[in-house]
């Protein structure tokens, strides 16, 4: 028996606040007119260790394992996905980084999303969801397939 907190489900408020949408300028000025790219904040598993020293309020609602942390980031994606049209990016985020541009606050679901926003926009975002038999987007080293791909959806 563990002490990790039960996975919650998404609603349409975390929804918004999980996932940043925004306009792509490039595709603008490249006169593609307007794209929406969304993508959804998340921790490789060097910095969710910094992170949850940093911000220990992430775990009141994730887990401090790491591979369950993203089987949860991945529920929420196939839930998203499930409500929005295309498909979301993955934006890996830096401690550092956070801190630097936001100080304390930088654990903030808004500034984290602001931050995701910011890495899929300059093209750091990991394409989601990949191939079958391609790695898992997650950074275990396993295929999709056997990693996080089994996953449900967050109800």
């Not at 929406?36 to 598993?45: D, E, G, H, R, S």
């Not at 910095?47 to 929420?76: C, F, G, R």
């Not at 499930?82 to 679901?109: F, I, R, T």
């Amino acid at each position: 028996m563990t002490n990790e907190p039960e996975p919650q489900p998404i609603t349409e408020e975390e929804l918004g606040e999980l996932f940043t949408f925004t306009q792509d300028p490039t595709a603008i000025a490249e006169g593609e007119g307007i794209i929406t790219v969304w993508a959804l904040a998340w921790f490789p598993k060097d910095e969710w260790a910094k992170a949850i020293v940093e911000w220990p309020e992430l775990l009141d609602t994730m887990p401090a394992d790491h591979d369950e942390y993203s089987k949860q980031v991945e529920a929420n994606l196939k839930a998203a996905a499930a409500k929005e049209p295309g498909s979301p990016d993955v934006a890996p985020l830096s401690v550092d980084a956070l801190l630097a541009e936001y100080g304390e606050e930088g654990g903030d679901a808004r500034f984290r999303g602001t931050m995701g926003a910011n890495v899929a926009r300059n093209g750091g975002a990991i394409a989601w969801p990949p191939e079958r038999n391609d790695p898992c987007w997650c950074g275990s080293g396993r295929k999709y397939k056997s990693c996080c791909n089994p996953v449900p959806a967050a109800q």
